[in-house]
């Protein structure tokens, strides 16, 4: 890429595909200096009822319809895919591909699903993939991981992922709301869609899980390989009897090494050792630094053999953020750098099977559980009981005062145990007529030492 | 670079030297796996009197006292230079250099002084100086701003860049240990030098400052430049204050675009903007994810004018960590493409002159202010008064009950003022016959929004 101009296509104009577009003209004399060249867009193709939306600062000449117009263009070596969702979209992608384009894109769906054959299908035609905007938007985590941690074997990481959850259980804890306010003013203020579903359900937080992990460890993970429970079933009950024990709420995309002898996430020196992988909502303590991160912030705390605890911080999505992010890529593929490095990145390697997964049954974890129990002598013994029959030892309990006879929270943490044998006793209890419905499980995540 | 081995010679072999030679050995086949070739250690160059110092994991033939036979080694493309300070190693850096070789160093001091130098040096023979490991350990922190945020311009940065002084300031607030009862503690834990002077002095912050100011504003900043204040004259009674109105007290290294209009910090769009650039004790609000980066561990918040703020949090320190920075340089030249992106890399850019550097006295921010003030009717409103004569207003003040007509502290924090005149007011104030001693002033940092 020698010219005096490199040409940028770019698929899809709404809000960060505008603010790209933004970005390009505006920074245009700042990049030109670190290029040694112009970046030039040539192209930009929306849908035919999407040509006047977000589209005043495209010249006319730039904007078409057609995609055979489109993929027409000359001298256009990089291609910005901000459609979004998969079916033409992919399409799209595989025929710049195919074409010799280096592809940018945000489609945490399409790479969590389509991943490992569009990187192969990269690394056959010697382009490359950029994709620091499909993960927590404008933090450079893509970047940080693949080249800054380079010396690391990453033994686990837990990544507030999701702008929308964080938003809402930041609602929760700091304004005692219920899910479904605290929802609505998710909504009302921008933070969460009409229908929110991929976002509180867990599936945006696995599709990006899915990618970080295929990158931190070298392997392939698709998103469907992940066990997925969302914030949309929470009590705040249990947002504040957690608040009352130190702990905050978060939903976490979670992936760990883990030791096949004890269970334990981290620890494991084996070169493909079993890998962990969940998003679920889970404790952890107010002193961890992902524990401050509120509001509509991402944050990822990512463990390395060498480096032991990093962790990133900024905004995972936004016209700016994400326009930064995708940027970003572009200049670092124009730059030359980027395409060669990408031949070298780990990332859903070619000829290598799928990770170990690690009997999510045999994971050593802390865990909350909160039973509605009767107020009467003995049922805490013998919850207490049951539990200990099967291994599993309190480190706290708590049980507000009220009237005898009536059924009340009763509220208890554990130490380490393993996830099959608690699930199992919960079975046992649930059905003893002093509990009342389905116990509370949710997961007290102690951050490795580092 | 394509041959079978790569060959890496190392300079200095103490803490970060012998954890970077455990780490080429322990992780070798991980790194061929990335780099399609071997990482081979040829050899190591120690003083005389080391010899027998945390080198017992280097081969006896790779191990030399002699510079002239180090510098004869066949095939060793890359230098590690981990002997620290400047004089003979600054010679033995622009040896490497000149003789077309890549150098990975940790040498904050060398480069804050000599980096403009030395950058041009190498870029004249087209090889990199990898330089991770300089600033905030194994933060991947150069990376991030190099190339994750690459389509930004960043508009400030406040980084807290010393573990032993961040180590110091979490003690004195969390046990209400006096400046020197923390100092002792770091110092037997291992946290502090015997002197400690260029930590609690601010002058290594200020290093550091140095290098990434350059980076992240592209323009040539000697330490030199920097007004560093350190945290051995802190008293603890203002950590406690300070505590009392919601703050916590950092040593950051600070590094601001200044808008000449308002002197406020953050907000400049002009491309050679004013840059504001200090090392000093400050508060910051308890929310702010850097007011939560407790003990050894060393963090900096970027604000990048389309990503806003992002902030990345790791050990800036000790054996592994640094020795994850350094290695990472390694591998990301061997690979070939930092090579390639050093070239276009933003920091201390040939045929650019120093930036200029914003009056200190005409900087905006809120300042906390403590006199030793006799407690008699009348004195708080003369300061009150003294203040607002200069344009100050004040936003708090806090004075504890005691008996009347002694000395006692009275503490005060301001709106936005410029530093200018508020020096002046405080030198006519401390004339005074009801003030004793020097006033205490201390910046309050807000940080921009984003």
Not at 8 to 35: D, H, K, M, N, P
Not at 213 to 228: H, K, N, R, T, Y
Request: hydrophobic content about 40%; overall charge negative; glycine content about 12%.
């Amino acid at each position: 890429m020698s010219e005096q101009s490199i040409g940028v296509g770019l698929i899809g104009c709404g809000t960060v595909g505008s603010g790209v577009v933004e970005l390009l003209q505006e920074q245009s004399e700042r990049y030109a200096r670190r290029l040694g060249c112009r970046l030039e867009l040539r192209r930009v193709l929306v849908r035919p009822q999407d040509v006047d939306y977000k589209t005043e600062r495209v010249p006319r000449n730039v904007l078409v319809t057609d995609p055979e117009a489109f993929f027409a263009t000359e001298s256009m070596p990089i291609l910005v895919e901000l459609g979004g969702g998969r079916g033409a979209i992919s399409q799209f992608v595989r025929r710049a591909l195919d074409m010799g384009k280096h592809v940018v894109t945000a489609n945490k769906a399409l790479l969590a699903a389509e991943g490992a054959e569009l990187f192969a299908l990269a690394r056959q035609r010697g382009v490359s993939i950029g994709f620091e905007a499909s993960c927590a938007g404008g933090i450079p985590l893509i970047t940080a991981i693949n080249f800054g941690l380079m010396a690391n074997r990453i033994q686990a990481l837990y990544g507030i992922l999701n702008g929308t959850c964080n938003y809402i259980l930041s609602q929760m804890t700091s304004k005692n709301a219920p899910y479904a306010t605290a929802l609505a003013e998710a909504q009302t203020r921008g933070f969460a869609e009409a229908d929110p579903t991929l976002d509180v359900g867990g599936g945006d937080s696995a599709h990006k899980l899915a990618i970080i992990a295929s990158l931190a460890f070298g392997c392939q993970v698709s998103d469907e390989a992940i066990p997925c429970t969302g914030i949309d079933t929470l009590d705040l009950a249990d947002v504040r009897f957690g608040a009352e024990l130190g702990y905050e709420m978060k939903l976490l995309g979670m992936a760990e090494r883990i030791d096949e002898g004890n269970g334990a996430p981290g620890l494991s020196l084996s070169v493909q050792p079993g890998l962990s992988l969940s998003v679920q909502p889970c404790f952890i303590h107010r002193e961890e630094p992902l524990a401050q991160v509120h509001g509509s912030f991402n944050a990822i705390a990512i463990f390395g053999h060498a480096v032991g605890q990093t962790v990133y911080v900024g905004r995972g999505a936004g016209k700016e953020p994400t326009a930064s992010a995708v940027v970003s890529d572009v200049l670092n593929i124009a730059a030359g750098w980027y395409p060669q490095a990408f031949g070298k990145m780990h990332i859903w390697p070619d000829q290598q099977k799928p990770p170990r997964l690690f009997d999510p049954r045999q994971v050593q974890a802390r865990y909350y559980l909160r039973f509605n129990a009767l107020d009467r002598p003995g049922v805490m013994g013998a919850i207490a009981t049951a539990l200990g029959d099967a291994g599993i030892s309190l480190s706290g309990i708590i049980q507000h005062e009220s009237c005898a006879g009536e059924f009340v929270p009763l509220v208890m943490t554990t130490h380490e145990a393993r996830q099959g044998p608690l699930n199992d006793a919960l079975a046992k209890l649930k059905q003893l007529d002093f509990i009342d419905g389905e116990p509370v499980v949710i997961r007290v995540v102690e951050m490795p030492p580092g």
